[in-house]
């Protein structure tokens, strides 16, 4: 487990909480690698972890202007 730093926090969840279902949105193989690479090396350096909530967001691609 990393160690803590002074911007952890943890998330209270209101009981009257509900999940909500996001859209789903079909990524190419190379979308989908870049996604794995990110989240492993943020994983690897503890800069995010897992949760513990089964809610998801969407993660979007934005071009470069010299690509």
Excluded: A, H
């Excluded at 996001?22 to 190419?28: D, E, I, P, Q, T």
């Excluded at 690698?33 to 513990?52: M, P, V, W």
């Amino acid at each position: 487990m990393p160690t803590r730093k002074i911007w952890d926090y943890m998330i209270n969840i209101k009981k009257e909480f509900v999940l909500r279902k996001g859209k789903v949105y079909f990524l190419s193989r190379e979308e989908r690698g870049e996604i794995y690479e990110f989240t492993y090396k943020q994983l690897k350096k503890g800069y995010i972890r897992f949760s513990k909530l089964s809610q998801t967001t969407s993660v979007f691609f934005v071009g470069k202007k010299d690509k």
